[in-house]
């Protein structure tokens, strides 16, 4: 089994083009597209001068990020087989934990940025969880540091077709996922 040969840049073009208030780069000036821990300096070696980052971390609550992303990872050439035993997700450990483990993503992407950087977050709530996610992503902008939120929108729910899925097999209300638009400050 091989992942099939996709143009990546080709994808971020056409999600890039969802947002409002973003012209969208030239294809040559998106080159580096990461696939690692965000939270770790060394994921950001050859990361120099980015001035547009686009990211939707694990939502608070969710504890098989990495395993439910299998199939994205997969078509990017990861692994063909699911590791169940990973142990490098978010913290859990409580809301506190979970932001700070957020604020590393953020330090580091900000490190990795030029003066005038944006940043835009897709980010929301799992239903059997009670958090407020527009709560917990500020907190992590402030924890952080060095960005200034302009705005956050509502992305409505799965129903309204601005999300990738549904939760499967369960019988439950969506949670509202939110679009978070950050600048260096």
């Known amino acids: 089994m091989e992942p099939p040969v996709v143009s990546v840049l080709k994808v971020l073009e056409k999600k890039l083009a969802r947002i409002p208030d973003l012209d969208t780069p030239s294809p040559g000036r998106l080159t580096d597209i990461k696939c690692g821990d965000a939270r770790l300096a060394a994921?950001?070696?050859?990361?120099?001068?980015?001035?547009?980052?686009?990211?939707?971390?694990?939502?608070?609550g969710m504890t098989t990020y990495v395993e439910d992303q299998w199939l994205r990872n997969w078509f990017l050439g990861g692994p063909a087989e699911i590791d169940y035993g990973n142990d490098q997700q978010m913290s859990h450990a409580g809301q506190d934990a979970f932001i700070a483990d957020l604020a590393k993503v953020w330090r580091n992407v900000l490190k990795a940025s030029e003066d005038e950087a944006r940043l835009y977050v897709r980010f929301g709530a799992i239903p059997s969880v009670k958090s407020d996610p527009r709560r917990i992503l500020k907190a992590s902008l402030e924890e952080a540091g060095g960005w200034k939120l302009i705005s956050v929108r509502n992305a409505k729910t799965s129903g309204a077709g601005k999300r990738q899925a549904d939760q499967m097999g369960r019988e439950s209300d969506p949670a509202d996922e939110f679009d978070f638009h950050a600048i260096r400050a």
């Not at 994921?43 to 608070?60: G, I, K, M």
């Open 43 to 60: 994921s950001y070696r050859r990361v120099r001068n980015a001035t547009v980052t686009v990211t939707s971390p694990p939502y608070y």
